[in-house]
């Protein structure tokens, strides 16, 4: 069997080799055994719906060689089906596993499977529309840490809007998927709220739809590349001309940049000791899919995930210098 091991590549990963040792690197090679095994019945049964398909397009050519696309067809679902169903309960068991170990490495985290206990304030996240008001969604796992006394806390999140046709046949489409992040800011902030520019139009639907939560003064801001990006308001102008540096607009676009990949826009506010920001990202928040991989390769899935825990721990940075 191949080796398992972890080299450690980041700063932020010292020690961890020695954690993976102990308590991963056993369990995947027990895992490892068990999606073999599940391959191999996998492979049988696949084998037994291709015979079987076979038969029935050699039964259905004698009807009429139009209907043999049925059962290949019908063949084609059920190996699909079998194929990506082989190993889902092994993944299943080592998502859950190696989560809360990645979650509790970094000293002064503390993990949890659903949202935060403390803070994650729903209510407030919509009224600063940061999260949408959704028909359905999902909370977790989270994370909630302290960095250069800093508290902040990181949860995932997903949000639906589900409709329903005059069949009753439902339909879920996702508004959003990534992660939440609530940090604590150094001073006491007034409400500043970005919103996305959607363009003259848009901005109008969009002022009036927001009209109850949005903050009344428009904050314009000294570059013409961010106001096509931004429209930014607070309920404190003079404050907000005090307290927000110039060059922190920049730095959401550059986060998006980094984060979301395929998005401009990333969701963001400051209010009063706390900084919020929604990032949806182009991958699962800690994602252990290894696929068809031997589990010994999971490590590159275990540096994936380390890197998303630093998220907040490297917007922090940036948000030190921002406020004053």
């Known amino acids: ?10 700063e932020y990963e010292k020690g961890f080799a020695q954690v993976y040792d102990a308590k991963i690197a056993p369990f995947l090679r027990e895992k490892e055994v068990e999606r073999q095994a599940a391959i191999k019945r996998s492979k049988k049964r696949i084998y037994i719906v291709i015979a079987i398909t076979i038969f029935l397009c050699w039964q259905a050519a ?21 194929f990506l169903s082989r190993v889902g309960k092994v993944q299943r ?4 596993t190696i989560r809360p170990i990645l979650g509790n490495f970094f000293e002064d985290n503390v993990y949890s499977e659903g949202k935060p206990e403390t803070g ?18 999902n909370y977790g ?3 909630t840490g302290r960095w250069r006394d800093t508290n902040y806390s990181l949860t995932k999140a997903s949000f639906y809007d589900v409709r329903t046709d005059s069949d009753g046949d439902r339909t879920r489409s996702t508004l959003f ?23 003259k139009t848009m901005n109008k639907v969009y002022r009036w739809a927001t009209r109850n939560n949005r903050p009344e003064h428009r904050f314009d801001l000294a570059d013409v590349a961010l106001e096509e990006m931004f429209e930014v308001y607070t309920d404190d102008l003079e404050r907000a001309k005090t307290h927000l540096l110039p060059s922190f607009p920049p730095k959401l676009v550059a986060f998006s940049a980094e984060y979301q990949k395929s998005k401009k826009y990333i969701g963001a506010a400051f209010k009063g000791r706390k900084f919020y920001m929604a990032i949806d ?4 928040f800690m994602n252990f899919s290894v696929g068809n991989k031997h589990l010994s390769e999971a490590d590159e899935a275990i540096h994936k995930a380390l890197a998303d825990l630093m998220i907040p721990r490297r917007i922090i940075e940036e948000l030190l210098g921002e406020t004053r």
Do not use: Q, W
């Not at 994650?120 to 969604?137: G, M, Q, R, S, T």
């Not at 940090?183 to 919103?195: G, K, L, N, R």
């Open 1 to 10: 069997m191949a080796e398992f091991s972890f080299t450690e590549r980041e």
């Open 62 to 82: 004698k009807i009429d060689p139009f209907v043999v696309i049925f059962p290949i067809f019908i063949g084609f679902v059920v190996c699909l089906l079998l």
């Open 93 to 96: 068991e080592i998502t859950s």
């Open 120 to 137: 994650f304030a729903v209510d407030e996240l919509k009224l600063l529309n940061i999260i949408p008001d959704a028909d359905e969604h």
């Open 141 to 143: 796992p989270s994370i």
């Open 177 to 199: 998927s990534g992660i939440i992040l609530e940090i604590e800011t150094v001073i006491d902030m007034p409400t500043i709220v970005f919103y996305p520019d959607f363009g």
């Open 281 to 284: 990202l182009s991958h699962d």
